[in-house]
Every structure is written in structure tokens, then in C-alpha cells.
């Protein structure tokens, strides 16, 4: 999107060069000024009354000249009866004329970049209507939403929307509450270029007049802010992707300058593909194509069934395809939902590294993400209604994009990939929500339906909460095959009283010998008893990267093998049962139970008694065990 920028340019996959993070940051602070000022644009009230079912855009502009010629015809159904209908539209652009079934209507253009056209008669709730705009202009140069420039010497015109640009070169609905069932393209420029749309191109016919009109048909429901346009001198190359009967085109616009060196690297597109249809599913929009755009952008911005493009690293082609599943065929429903968008794009650009790269990098591509996102101590993936107004906020790199990654990440690490991904695959194939708009609640119920528990305490920890944990790790011989682990966690900060989460232990043998075990850490200085098959010398925690942490550490404790502390009795204090916790290795022969006053009280020989029929107080406990007598008390409630 045009976003934080996509992090895939900054970040190699192994690992980051300091060029590569200036440039980033530089890129980051370019693309946050130009979008700000759109940011101050609240939802429309003035536009909820009608639902947009299509649209045909006529454009006729020229890459030499900053200008555009427009006609919109826009079908819509009354929500609620109508006099009038308002669309977005900045009022940089002149609107010539209006009209409805070849009926002129009166319109006034607003201080409020609005469009407000009166109606020939009250259209009634259900009813549908047709209405016609002509305007012209040249759009707002400050938010770049529409942008002339030149490429190696050759004009250029490219449009990116997102967040609220849409309304600075056509007339729209732009809130994320609507989408368009289907538009109609046409571009009509000079015949010596080559133009792009959303969809497939139907047909390019020569106007016998120097300009030729390329049409293209987008036919599933899409965002304002996705619609794009680009015309310069391009050089199309096509690939096949897919698997038939679902195998559809790609389609690459290249600048004459790129085209050897694109189309080199574009190749990986295939198995970038190949890697998301086989995890998740076909491809949305295979009945029309996918593509790349080159653009002036830094970065990418996933405009459905062709982002546009800067460059052509796999990372930023995995980014911005993997939107094509999550952003385009969903939609975040508000902005603070944008880690629906962004959070899922960015991990996807994580499974191409697991996938092509092995484990070993994918460790190493985690670990740079929880690097930045732990390099703040706050900071949550959802916004609040204030930051939901912040493009800085939006689209931080930190927060929105990387930590909304390991958010997911986390999420499959605590559900098992067969649940995370079933899970996913359903909330993709949800007809409430396919090709249309979702919010966190939505994924979150799916989620729930095959991890078969609630999460309200992952969402609140690790989405609407801030900050992360640090843990330490004890481990401990406990006894021929155990090891005793002990595991504390502090919190950076204190929206979070407790992390709570599956953690992955390494234990290290002499040899070199590994065994990684999971405990599902609760409470603060729990204890785990594992089995282990050797003598542990070395103990290291989250060696795969499952969790987002910090300046956590794991240390052996004192090797020397003690009796007593092999042994315990919970729960301590107890009101019906006792249970002796020991190692394997270690049988028990008799248990001996005493009061305050010396008196026996009871004998047993398994590791569990009641203690039903003792009397509330202190109690002795003595142990014969195959390794020796020792003693434990115990408080009876």
C-alpha cells in the first residue's frame, strides 16, 4: 500500500545493511507527507445513504500534460429515500454538467470537496438510479493521489489512492463501506502509449485521430481507493500462473529502460504465487489476471489485479501480491483494522522465505521483525479511534506491519498450523466477507471455531495491549531424564499484566545433542517437569522465533542433583488432595503423614492421598523413597 512503505525493500531477507535502513526511513517520511493531509478526512455522512453497484469511467488525458477529462456514469440502490446524492470529489476539479436518463440535473460543488446533486423526484428506499458526471481539471498537486512525471526522459501518468485520494481525480464514494460491484475502464490518451486499469483489457481501438481508447473490465467488488490508472510508453511481457481450469495471465507494464532486468526478476512471481494458492487458495481474481505496473512510487501498492510498482524485489512482489487475499479480496473495514491489510501481507512475505528460503532464514527473517518491534516499549497493533486519523500511525512500520506479522505468526504458533491455516482458509471462503469488508472480530471468530477455545486473552494481550515480555529461564537436571524449568516473565508495559503463551525451550546435551520441549507459561516462576534423554548442559529459549520478546535469557542452574528439591507436594496448602510430584527415576516405597503434634495421622503409598479427614493445620510429610527418606510439610485448609 501506500503505506509505510514496504518494509520488503528495506528488509533483505537475511538481514538489513545500514544504507538499506536510511533509505527506508527516507522513503517512510516522503510517502507520510504526502499522505497527512488526506488523513484529516473523516467518513462522509453525506454519501451512507446510497450502496454503489457500478461504474463506467471515461478518462482522456495525455502523460505530457498535468490534466484530466473525465466521465463517470455511476449506477446505484437508495438505502433510504433520496432527493439528492453526494459524492466525493475535490473541488480542484470543475464538474460541467450532470445528468440522469439524458435529463440535465442542477449540482453545486462544495467547500467540502463534495458533489451534491439534486434529483428530478424522491428515488425510494430499493430503487435504483443512474446519474452521469463531466469534469475536468487538474488535480491537487500537494497529495500526489493523481501524479505526471517522467521516466528516463518519457512522460508518465499514474494514480495511487490510498488513503482518501480517490475523490482527487474522480467523483467516488471513498469510505470503507461501500465497494463497487463492478467498473467499466476507459483510457483514451495518445496512441504512441500504453495504458493500465484494474481487470482485463477488452479491446484498445484507434480513434483515427492521434489517440487510441484502451478498455478494461474489472467485474468483482472493489474499494474506491483500489481503482488505479497508469499511460506511459510500456513494454508488456505475460506470464501463466495458476493451475487450470483456474490458470489466468499475468500481465507486466515495464518502463523500456527495466524491461530486460524486470523480467528477470519478475520470474519469481510463479512460485511466490504457487506458495500462497497452495497454503490458502486459488487466486481471488483468476477469472481476470494479476500484473505489475511500473510507477514513481517508492515502494508498491497492491491497486487489485495489478499493483504498481517501484521495483521488483521478491520481497515487495510477495507483499503486494499477497494483498490480492488480504486488503483486496477482504477489506479492512476501518483504519484501525489496517493489520488485517498489512499485518497479513507482511507475514505472507514471511511464509516466501520459509517456503523457498528453509528455517533457517525464516528464524532470521523473524528475528529482525522482533528487533524493530521491540526496539519501542509500547505501542499496540490496533489503533484507537485518534489514531485511526494518523497516517504516521496507520501505516508505522513498527507496529502496523511488523508487529501485526508476529501477531500472526503468534497466532499460528499457539493454534498448530493445521488449525491456523483451516482457519484462515474459512475466513477467506466467508461469503459475509469475501470481496468485501472485515474487522478484527470477524477473523477473530474463525480463529476461535478451529482453535476450539476462546482468545480474548491472545487479542487483548498481544493486539489491543502494548509492549512485550521478557523472560527468564531456569533449567535445572531433576533426576535421571527430567529437567526441572522454571520460567518469570517482567512486561514493558503495564496495558499488559501478563503474557500468556506456549514457549519453546532448547535443551543442549554434552554432545551437542538438542531436544526442544513446549511449555504453556501462565503464571509468574512456574515450574515444568520434562523428559529429556541426556544430561542438559545448556538450555536456550525461543530458538525458532515463536515470540515477541526481548532481552530474554536462559541460564543452567545448579547442577547438583538433590533429592528434596526433586520433590513436591501440591497443591500446598490443600483441602482434599495431595500429589507428590518426583522424577521418573525415583519410586516411592511409603508416606508417612504426621500433625503439629508428632501424632501419625495417616500412611499411604502412591504419590497422591487425601486429606479430607485430616484437621486444618500444618502437616509433616515423611517420604521413603528408592533414593532415600525425605521430609516435606504441608498446610491442610
Known amino acids: 500500500m501506500k503505506k509505510i512503505a514496504y518494509l520488503f525493500i528495506v528488509f533483505s531477507w537475511i538481514s538489513y545493511s545500514q544504507n538499506d535502513t536510511e533509505e527506508f526511513n527516507r522513503m517512510v517520511e516522503a510517502e507520510m507527507k504526502s499522505a497527512a493531509s488526506l488523513q484529516q478526512v473523516r467518513i462522509n455522512p453525506n454519501t451512507q445513504n446510497y450502496d454503489v453497484t457500478y461504474q463506467e469511467l471515461r478518462f482522456t488525458l495525455d502523460p505530457a500534460v498535468y490534466f ?4 463517470v456514469t455511476t449506477t446505484f440502490t437508495a438505502l433510504s429515500d433520496m432527493t439528492s446524492i453526494t459524492f466525493d470529489l475535490t473541488n480542484q476539479l470543475t464538474v460541467s454538467s450532470v445528468t440522469m436518463n439524458s435529463t440535465t440535473l442542477s449540482f453545486v460543488q462544495n467547500a ?19 446519474v452521469v458526471i463531466t469534469y475536468s481539471g487538474a488535480p491537487a498537486t500537494g497529495e ?37 460491484e463492478s467498473i467499466d475502464v476507459y483510457l483514451t490518451a495518445p496512441n504512441t502509449y500504453v495504458s493500465v486499469s484494474n481487470g482485463l483489457e477488452q479491446s484498445a481501438i484507434d480513434n483515427g485521430n492521434g489517440t487510441k481508447t484502451t478498455h478494461f473490465h474489472h467485474g468483482y467488488p472493489i474499494p474506491a481507493y483500489l481503482v488505479a490508472i497508469a499511460v506511459t510508453n510500456y513494454q508488456i511481457f505475460t506470464q501463466t500462473a495458476g493451475t487450470a481450469p483456474n490458470d489466468f495471465p499475468i500481465v507486466n507494464y515495464i518502463y523500456p529502460e527495466n524491461f530486460s532486468s524486470a523480467q528477470a526478476q519478475l520470474a519469481v512471481t510463479l512460485p511466490v504465487m504457487n506458495v500462497f494458492e497452495t497454503l490458502f487458495e486459488p487466486y481471488p481474481f483468476h477469472n481476470e489476471k494479476y500484473g505489475h505496473a511500473q510507477f514513481g512510487w517508492g515502494g508498491g501498492m497492491e491497486h487489485t489485479t495489478v499493483s504498481f510498482m517501484n521495483s521488483f524485489g521478491r520481497n515487495l512482489i510477495a507483499h503486494e501480491l499477497a494483498h490480492q487475499w488480504f486488503g483486496d479480496k477482504i477489506t479492512c473495514g476501518t483504519w484501525k483494522d489496517i493489520w488485517l491489510n498489512e499485518g497479513f501481507a507482511e507475514y ?157 525451550i532448547r535443551l543442549v546435551g554434552g554432545s551437542g545433542q538438542t531436544h526442544d520441549v513446549v511449555v504453556n507459561h501462565q503464571t509468574n516462576g512456574e515450574e515444568f517437569i520434562v523428559s ?102 504441608f498446610i491442610k485448609k
Open 68 to 71: 484530466i477529462s473525465g466521465q
Open 112 to 130: 467540502n470537496n463534495e458533489v451534491v446533486i439534486s434529483l428530478p423526484s424522491t428515488l425510494t428506499t430499493g430503487n435504483t438510479g443512474n
Open 144 to 180: 500526489q493521489a493523481f501524479t505526471a512525471s517522467t521516466h528516463n526522459g518519457t512522460p508518465v501518468i499514474y494514480t495511487l489512492s490510498e488513503p482518501f485520494g480517490a475523490r482527487d481525480w474522480w467523483p467516488c464514494k471513498q469510505d470503507l463501506n461501500d465497494k463497487i
Open 348 to 504: 505472507l512475505s514471511g511464509l516466501v522465505v520459509e517456503n523457498l528460503d528453509g528455517d533457517a532464514s525464516f528464524v532470521s527473517w523473524k528475528t529482525n521483525k522482533i528487533s524493530s518491534i521491540t526496539s519501542a516499549t509500547n505501542g499496540a497493533v490496533y489503533l484507537t479511534d485518534t489514531e485511526a486519523l494518523n497516517v504516521n500511525r496507520i501505516f508505522s512500520g513498527r507496529l502496523t506491519y511488523n508487529k501485526g506479522a508476529m501477531v500472526v505468526h503468534m497466532l499460528r504458533w499457539k493454534m498448530g498450523d493445521t488449525a491456523f491455516f483451516q482457519a484462515i482458509k474459512n475466513y477467506l471462503a466467508d461469503s459475509n466477507l469475501a470481496y468485501k469488508y472485515a474487522i478484527t472480530t470477524d477473523l477473530k471468530s474463525h480463529l476461535e471455531t478451529l482453535y476450539g477455545s476462546s482468545l480474548d486473552e491472545f487479542f487483548n494481550d498481544w493486539l489491543y495491549g502494548q509492549g512485550y515480555p521478557t523472560y527468564t529461564i531456569s533449567a535445572q537436571n531433576w533426576g535421571a531424564g527430567q529437567a526441572k524449568i522454571t520460567v518469570s516473565q517482567t512486561q514493558s508495559d503495564a496495558s499488559v499484566s501478563y503474557f500468556e503463551m506456549p514457549l519453546e
Open 532 to 633: 529429556v534423554p541426556f544430561t542438559v548442559t545448556d538450555v536456550i529459549f525461543d530458538p525458532n522465533k515463536h515470540i515477541i520478546s526481548r532481552n530474554s535469557t536462559a541460564t543452567l542452574a545448579n547442577e547438583n542433583f538433590e533429592l528434596a528439591e526433586t520433590i513436591t507436594l501440591y497443591p500446598n496448602p490443600s483441602s482434599n488432595n495431595i500429589k507428590i510430584q518426583l522424577p521418573n527415576s525415583i519410586t516411592i516405597e511409603k508416606v508417612e503423614c504426621y500433625n503439629a503434634l508428632g501424632q501419625l495421622v495417616l500412611t499411604n503409598y502412591t504419590p497422591e492421598f487425601s486429606t479430607e479427614g485430616l484437621a486444618t493445620g500444618i502437616h509433616f510429610v515423611k517420604i521413603n523413597t528408592s533414593e532415600g527418606v525425605i521430609h516435606k510439610n
